[in-house]
């Protein structure tokens, strides 16, 4: 059976958040691990979904068939669904519209993109919203068939990242699996976090943002250009391992590890993401 794939048409919830993030305060105690510069993951939440919206940064939708297909083949009406690691609605909006009649529970350390959820899903789609640290991943002992997530492992060293694998490892059903993706590089690069791109790089995006903006008639004030430049400056990641890198770090948790490699996705700068099922 083909894989059946809804293009990402409603945008409606981008403003919401932001002022969720800007105006709310719902940023105050979220994910202060963004940058050491700040206190809060106010600028990220409120930058990332605008630059989403102008298909500038790597998100779910980079990778909508892929995601659709491993759910679609994992999830059903009793198979429940975990969407752990969110920097907007886009994937919880994913998992939804491949497996409507799936139960989705919705996790994250920060409540902005929760709320957002409520804004941005169908109000007739079942789901739970629970604010959570992944490094401390409990479901009271409920188990799920899939737990899906965006590029969200590489935001944690390689010794957290471990512990977040075994957590999420833990509330799979047996059969179940992990399906995300993860930048992937040469596997040299420095053991600390990973900056997006060199300064030509940054200011080449800041010219992208100007150019989508315009040709989309979207109204780019100073404010929302000044979010994105902070993206591009101060955005990390723990990525960039080669494929075989991830394989085998994934296999120390998942026993049957199925990757494959993306086509070039643009986040500052062109890189590659592996795509990966990893079965319980």
């Known amino acids: 059976m083909p894989v059946e794939t809804k293009e990402i048409t409603d945008w409606s ?13 719902t940023c105050a105690n979220g994910w202060r ?5 700040h206190q809060s993951c106010r600028g990220y939440h409120a930058a990332f979904p605008f630059l ?6 790597s998100g779910p939708g980079s990778h909508l068939e892929f995601y659709t297909g491993a759910l679609q083949a994992i999830s059903g009406p009793d198979k429940p669904i975990l969407v752990c690691g969110l920097a907007t609605p886009l994937m919880a909006i994913v998992a939804h519209q491949a497996c409507p009649e799936s139960p989705m529970t919705i996790l994250d350390i920060c409540p902005t993109p929760l709320l957002a959820c409520k804004e941005a899903l169908p109000k007739t789609a079942g789901y739970t919203l629970i604010q959570q ?14 737990v ?14 471990k512990i977040v694998l075994k957590r999420m490892e833990n509330v799979l059903a047996p059969g179940g699996a992990l399906v995300t993706t993860w930048k992937i590089g040469d596997g ?7 900056h997006y791109g060199d300064d030509l790089a ?8 100007v150019k989508q903006a315009r040709a989309r008639n979207y109204h780019l004030t100073m404010d929302l250009l000044s979010e994105a430049f902070d993206y591009a400056q101060t955005m990390t990641s723990f990525g960039g391992q080669t494929l075989d890198q991830v394989g085998a770090e994934l296999r120390e948790f998942f026993p049957d590890v199925r ?13 590659e993401y592996a795509r990966i099922i990893a079965y319980k």
């Open 188 to 194: 040299k690069g420095s053991p600390d976090a990973l």
């Open 202 to 209: 940054r200011r080449e995006f800041i010219e992208n943002v």
């Open 133 to 146: 640290d992944a490094r401390n991943l409990d479901l009271g002992g409920s188990r799920v068939s899939a």
């Open 259 to 271: 990757l494959e490699t993306s086509p070039p996705v643009y986040d500052v700068t062109m890189r």
């Open 33 to 37: 691990e963004y940058s050491p510069s």
């Open 52 to 57: 989403q919206e102008l298909e500038l940064v």
């Open 148 to 161: 899906v997530t965006d590029a969200f492992l590489t935001r944690f060293d390689d010794s957290e990242r």
């Open 13 to 25: 919830w981008v403003n919401y958040q932001r002022e969720l993030a800007l105006s709310r305060g």
